[in-house]
């Protein structure tokens, strides 16, 4: 209380009386340092996506609720955040980017080549609990391939992730992977009239989390016999693959995979009702909050949105774990800000420090312009505090020999270099 009371009394000075300067619990700012550690994974990610031939798509933030609800299962429709507009139009929160793409297949099937491959970077919605790696809005980034039922597909989804992970700097990635039409054909037997399949999968797909005794519980909670519920869980843990899985492992191993990488996992379980065939996750074992992304094959998503019959399989990576993982095991480089601060301290040379700036940022250097006239020792001080390396001068000297001097903030060296010698900075 007495923190919130001390933020309310700053507000109230800075002209924002009664408004907490903080943002909603689940949701947050990122400052330069930690938005270039999220442009950097996404760079790396993107680049990925576009070598394995997968095109950009965006959707829009809000949807019809009726598009959302009742496509992810009862108990993640409880996390979609709806509410009514003010044309009493109930909307919701783009609670995943897999449902908007499948209006997108139906919508606009006339307009898209037969096997579209999309790749989508947008931040999604959902009224969970906080907590570390999980946030009310954050940032996924999905791939698909509509229009085939190959196993090259699945293959390739699980290919371009691999790839992906280690295209950010990730060493050691494991794919975890199982077939849903083989899960859902063990849990049969121990269907009941209040307990269906889904009901079961979901209870299945918190093992990771949860001792099996407590799963066990979960279900016989929700109606099975405490027996039936143990054999279901063993039968579960003794599934073998199947043969699609073994052509679409060996496929995966074709396409640059290493085996190390692939584990076959037939408690996962996916805990989305759209799966149809195979699912899988991703885990970084260095990073031990879950999973890092997850998705599969859902081959009746889009005829069951009214749209054609257009078979599926994709990915959602879970972007934030991946920045915060990186972050972790420091993959993010540390020369991600600015490179060069212009120093402005004589206005008889502003014509000429003004084209040193712009002949550094025609060679790609980041290089941001001291904003006003000062001194020099208050511009070297600046340049420290923001982790600038180096500071560019020009001076009287400099300006009349067409030349540029550069500090080097950690060494204290100074050099002077022609114009055509700018590159040369970071031999400093």
Do not use: H, W
């Amino acid at each position: 209380m007495k923190k919130n009371k001390q933020q309310g009394e700053l507000q109230s000075k800075r002209g924002y009386p009664g408004v907490l300067l903080q943002p909603l619990k689940g949701f947050r700012d990122f400052l330069p340092a930690e938005k270039q550690a999220r442009n950097f994974v996404m760079d790396k990610i993107t680049e990925t996506f576009e070598t394995f031939g997968f095109q950009p798509l965006e959707t829009p933030t809000l949807e019809y609720a009726s598009l959302l609800l009742g496509k992810y299962g009862d108990e993640a429709d409880k996390l979609v955040y709806t509410f009514e507009d003010r044309g009493n139009r109930k909307i919701g929160l783009r609670y995943d980017q897999t449902v908007p793409s499948a209006r997108i297949l139906a919508q606009y099937q006339d307009k898209l080549p037969k096997y579209f491959r999309r790749y989508q970077i947008q931040n999604v919605f959902r009224a969970d609990k906080p907590q570390k790696g999980r946030y009310r809005e954050f940032t996924q980034c999905d791939i698909d391939v509509f229009g085939s039922t190959s196993p090259l597909a699945d293959a390739e989804i699980m290919a371009c992730t691999y790839k992906a992970f280690q295209n950010v700097g990730f060493n050691k990635i494991i794919l975890k992977f199982n077939d849903r039409e083989t899960l859902i054909k063990t849990i049969k037997p121990f269907v009941t009239e209040t307990v269906d399949v889904f009901s079961i999968i979901q209870s299945i797909d918190k093992l990771d989390k949860m001792k099996p005794e407590d799963v066990v519980a979960e279900l016989v909670k929700k109606g099975l016999e405490k027996a039936d519920a143990e054999k279901a869980l063993t039968s579960i843990k003794n599934a073998e693959k199947s043969a699609n899985l073994k052509e679409i492992e060996q496929n995966m191993y074709d396409l640059g995979v290493p085996k190390e990488a692939v584990e076959f996992s037939p408690i996962l379980a996916r805990g989305l009702d759209y799966y149809t065939g195979v699912i899988f996750e991703v885990i970084i074992p260095e990073y031990g909050v879950g999973s890092c992304g997850g998705g599969g094959r859902y081959d009746k998503l889009i005829n069951d949105l009214g749209g054609p019959n257009i078979p599926a399989v994709g990915i959602a990576f879970g972007f934030d774990r991946m920045v915060q993982a990186a972050t972790e095991l420091d993959i993010i480089p540390q020369d991600q800000g600015v490179e060069i601060l212009v120093a402005n301290f004589d206005e008889t040379v502003l014509p000429q420090t003004l084209q040193a700036t712009k002949k550094l940022r025609e060679q790609g250097i980041r290089t941001e312009l001291y904003p006003a006239l000062d001194k020099l020792g208050k511009q070297f001080k600046y340049a420290s505090q923001n982790n600038i390396p180096y500071v560019c001068i020009v001076g009287e000297d400099e300006a009349k020999n067409n030349t540029i001097s550069i500090k080097n903030m950690a060494t204290g060296e100074q050099k002077t270099l022609a114009l055509t010698e700018i590159m040369k900075y970071r031999e400093i």
